[in-house]
């Protein structure tokens, strides 16, 4: 496959995140948007390294991101439990105590 | 290995924050959550122990700084002085955990382990020439910021915020991150030296070179880490998070934010665009495009203090009205970035540093003022000038040098930056924030207003002797550095923090 392919599947998945998040108002969904995202850069990093530059660079990269993206997601959980807990909701747009 | 051995003296103060950082969560699972204050003493002796060794590392430092194996971390005089400031906010947000009187004393050694936490992020962020070291360093700062923000577990106002503060981080994160592999896409490296400038047969592509083969990817990956950035420092358009995330948290995890994870994001973001766009590099092909990022970075800058300060104006809570100054002030320090020369770029570290002296004072006076009448809003502080003059009087001089008068250090501030942007042909730019600071002016002296001309509604009279204290000494440094006692001494390092911001071309070989 050409490198061009791998792009293309990338930003697609990027641009399938990114809708994710704007038109979806469950939170959970968002969190699997973001996810998402960095799995589109992981795309990226191993595709450019496999046909690009030397070294192992990218495929460091995306072995850290991996686990960042594992970090993140037990970060928001946790968030998300505790608001859920408050609010009864996991939907952000039900929050409304803090505003102008 | 023997080199990763023999190198540990640079991290030495990263080395020391994590074992203060492990030793503050274990003494609290030892005392089960007893004699609080001792872990706040406790951190405090470490953080004083980091800051000495960057005071160390500072003086044996020359103008070029040096690196680790394989290039991760760069140890120079631009990083240490952002260390030696993340350093100076953890101490004094230290303090205003200890003094506060709304913090909750249970679990108090994870309140200090995370805010540990993110600054060990920070000094990672603040000292790396590499992407990927850049992105966890950014990442570590983010998560312990999120679990901050939620800290207080049953308040929804900061169950509220936490959420909301991951969500757009979340977002944010992932994008910088798309970005940053477009970059390692183009360029074949992730470090910043190569991509700024890729000697022969470093198999490394400069971005530059990139640039006039491909305009529009380079721009796309580009905006797209500069987005992460923006997000970081709260710059428009992606600042939605700041008022909310600044309300709902507890307020010593605000300050910090404000100040500590603001000015990492900066000094971040000052490395990235100094490595890849300073016109006066060494590469006269930079310059080109490097104007244009700067266009784009003005303009941002222009629109972030306008509306940060319009914002502003109508705040009702004191809280919210503080973020939006942030917001604004993210602005002003922007206006250095933008112009691309070292000499902005020395200007917005002053900036900063003035910041930090006026921010942290106007953020204690909250705090203290939270203690007082357990509300923030600025109806609120009726009578507070005649009830508790020492830090109504502090207040008021932060208000002067937030507002950017003399005789304060944010006058001064205000000034070099002026002129650095002047020097770079931005004076439209200059006239911008020259009449902002004019709009500033009436949301300052509202709350000054508030304090001393009504008259003063009864309350129950309680004093913090203690956080009194701190906010006068602030007050008295935001002056005398303002009338020049510290004038050189600041300068001076603020100069040769980009000074020593040289790119680094690492040899590709090696790794």
Known sequence: ?100 | MNAYIEQMGLIAPELVLTALSLFVLTWDLLKKGRNSDHIGYATLVGLAVTGWLLLQQWGMLGDKGTQTAFGMVTIDRFGTFFKLFTVGSMAVVTLFVMLDKNERKHGIGEYYFLLIGASIGAFFMVSTNNLLLLMLGLELLSLASYSLAGFHKGSKRSAEAALKYIVFGGLSAGVMLYGISLLYGLTGTLDLGLMGHAPEGSGAVSLATQFDASPIPVAIAVVLVLAGFAYKVSVVPFHFWTPDVYEGAPTPVTTFLAVGSKAAGFAALLRFVGALFLTDGVDASIVAYGDRIGFLLAILAAITMTLGNLSALRQGSLKRMLAYSSIAHAGYVLMGAASMTSEGFAAAMFYLAAYYCMNLGAFGFLIYFEGVTGKDDIDSLKGMGWRHPVVAWSMVVFLVALTGLPPTVGFYGKLILFYAAIDAGLAWLVIIAAINSVISLFYYFRVAKSMFLTEPVPQVPMRQHGLAGILCVLAVVTVLAGLGAFKDPLRGWADEGPASLEIYATDAGSR
């Open chain 1, 1 to 100: 496959m050409p490198l061009g392919a791998y792009i293309a599947v990338s930003a697609a998945l990027f641009a399938i995140g990114i809708v994710t998040i704007i038109t979806r108002r469950n939170v959970l969904y968002i969190l699997m948007g973001t996810e998402m995202i960095l799995n589109a850069a992981n795309i990226n990093f191993v595709a450019f390294n496999r046909f690009g530059s030397n070294g192992l660079d990218g495929r460091m990269f995306a072995i850290f991101t991996i686990i960042l993206a594992a970090a993140e997601a037990a970060v928001a959980l946790a968030i998300v439990l505790n608001f859920y807990y408050l609010f009864n909701s996991v939907k952000p747009s039900e929050a409304d105590l803090l505003r102008e």
